[in-house]
């Protein structure tokens, strides 16, 4: 007879998909291709969903302005954005909730399928100032996809961002998110926590596409852009 209670369950299956982004407005073609291990089980969600690959492109099209420079990815999951940079030569950090261990181990899944060691991963919860928070290194740009999810975590997000910022006061956050609901707005929170935002035209990067970096992803999807910055005393 069969002991239930010693049957160990089946390790969730993971899928690598590979996303290239590619070059086409100059003479001289480059592309870049990554390598990205989803974890095909409802129980970690750990996909890489279409606020990614937009973000991850807007990433490309700044690959010479991030050479060199510290990013920040947070709530990275499966690290697309993170990733991209990292192999334009940013020195990057990527973070997730401290407690979810498996997210964390899941960016060092995605770094190793890209072949980056020096790719440093952080517990970082949103809306909590950890010693891993305050340690950071200064930071130059601060990326974040489909972070604005549940409406309960934006001040959380928003707070962990102000944080940053301030620390960081020429840093930039740049942030892309699908439009669920029209009803849901960060605007009183970014006064709150004295911040600007511009959006950030999707043309004008080539992110306005039915497809992107080789996936179909983005799709009908309602994708937004903004890049977040410090409040200053022209912006009041």
């Given at each position: 007879?069969?002991?239930?209670n010693?049957?160990?369950?089946?390790p969730?299956?993971?899928?690598?998909?590979?996303?290239?982004f590619?070059?086409?407005?100059?003479?001289?073609?480059?592309?870049?291709?990554v390598?990205?291990?989803?974890?095909?089980d409802?129980?970690?969600g750990?996909?890489?969903?279409?606020?990614a690959?937009?973000?991850?492109?807007?990433v490309?099209?700044?690959?010479?302005?991030?050479?060199?420079?510290a990013?920040?990815?947070l709530?990275?999951?499966?690290?697309l954005p993170?990733?991209?940079?990292?192999?334009c030569?940013a020195?990057?950090?990527?973070?997730?909730?401290a407690?979810?261990p498996?997210c964390?181990?899941?960016?060092?899944?995605?770094?190793?399928a890209?072949g980056l060691?020096?790719?440093v991963t952080?517990p970082?919860?949103?809306?909590?100032?950890?010693?891993?928070?305050?340690?950071l290194?200064?930071?130059?740009v601060?990326l974040g996809?489909?972070l604005f999810?549940?409406?309960?975590d934006f001040e959380d997000?928003?707070?962990?961002v102000?944080f940053?910022?301030?620390?960081?006061?020429s840093?930039?956050?740049?942030?892309?998110?699908?439009e669920?609901?029209?009803?849901?707005t960060?605007?009183?929170l970014l006064?709150?926590?004295?911040?600007?935002?511009?959006?950030?035209?999707?043309?004008?990067f080539d992110?306005?596409?039915s497809?992107?970096?080789?996936?179909?992803?983005?799709?009908?999807h309602?994708?937004?852009?903004?890049?977040?910055?410090?409040r200053?005393?022209?912006?009041?």
């Amino acid at each position: 007879m069969c002991d239930i209670n010693h049957i160990r369950p089946e390790p969730p299956r993971i899928v690598h998909r590979t996303f290239t982004f590619e070059e086409t407005r100059n003479s001289t073609q480059e592309c870049l291709s990554v390598s990205i291990p989803e974890v095909l089980d409802a129980q970690y969600g750990m996909y890489v969903w279409p606020s990614a690959v937009v973000l991850a492109q807007y990433v490309w099209t700044k690959r010479l302005d991030l050479k060199d420079i510290a990013v920040l990815e947070l709530g990275a999951g499966v690290s697309l954005p993170g990733v991209v940079a990292a192999k334009c030569g940013a020195k990057v950090i990527l973070s997730d909730n401290a407690n979810t261990p498996l997210c964390q181990h899941n960016c060092k899944r995605s770094c190793e399928a890209n072949g980056l060691h020096d790719v440093v991963t952080l517990p970082l919860t949103w809306g909590e100032i950890s010693a891993d928070l305050v340690l950071l290194p200064p930071l130059q740009v601060i990326l974040g996809s489909d972070l604005f999810y549940e409406p309960e975590d934006f001040e959380d997000i928003l707070v962990t961002v102000a944080f940053l910022l301030r620390k960081n006061p020429s840093a930039q956050f740049w942030t892309t998110y699908q439009e669920r609901s029209a009803d849901w707005t960060i605007e009183a929170l970014l006064r709150k926590w004295k911040m600007t935002c511009v959006n950030i035209d999707l043309e004008s990067f080539d992110a306005n596409k039915s497809e992107l970096a080789g996936s179909s992803l983005p799709g009908s999807h309602n994708i937004q852009m903004m890049m977040m910055m410090l409040r200053t005393d022209e912006d009041t």
